[in-house]
C-alpha cells in the first residue's frame, strides 16, 4: 500500500481519493496499449476488451459503486501519474491508500471483489 503524493493535478480525483473507497478505471477513446502495437489482432483484441468492461463500470456507478472514469487520451498526467502501460485498468484507493491495481477486461464479480479488497485477496491466495 502506498500513500497518494499530494501534487495530482485534477482536484475532483484529489478529492474523491481521500474519501473512503474509490476505483479509478483507465480507459481511453481508442482503448489501445501504450506499447507498440505488433499487429491488428492486437488491436481488435484491445478494443473489444474494453468494450467488454465499460458497460459492467457505468451499471456498477449506477449501483453505487464509488468508480472515476479516466480517458487515458485526455488525462495524461494521471495516466503517467499512476504508470498505466495498458487499458482496461483499475486502480483502487481506500482514504488516500492505494491497496492494488488489476488490468485487462474483468467481469462484474472481479470487479466486485476487487473493490471489496478482502475478498479479492482471499481469492487469490486460494487459486
Known amino acids: 500500500m502506498k500513500k497518494i503524493i499530494d501534487n495530482i493535478k485534477n482536484i475532483s480525483i484529489k478529492i474523491a481519493i481521500r474519501k473512503g473507497k474509490l476505483i479509478l478505471y483507465f ?20 478494443i473489444g ?49 492505494e491497496l492494488g491495481r488489476i488490468n485487462g477486461p474483468k467481469t462484474k464479480k472481479e470487479i466486485n471483489d476487487f473493490y471489496n479488497y478482502e475478498k479479492y485477496l482471499y481469492r487469490k491466495k486460494t487459486k
Open 49 to 97: 476488451s474494453c468494450k467488454k468492461t465499460t458497460p459492467i463500470v457505468k451499471r456498477m456507478k449506477k449501483n453505487k459503486y464509488r468508480i472515476k472514469v479516466i480517458n487515458i487520451d485526455k488525462e495524461e498526467f494521471l495516466t503517467k501519474k499512476f504508470n498505466i502501460k495498458s487499458v482496461p485498468n483499475f486502480v483502487l484507493f481506500d482514504n488516500n491508500l
Open 27 to 46: 480507459t481511453g477513446d481508442s482503448c489501445y496499449l501504450l506499447k507498440e502495437i505488433k499487429s491488428e489482432l492486437d488491436i481488435k483484441e484491445m
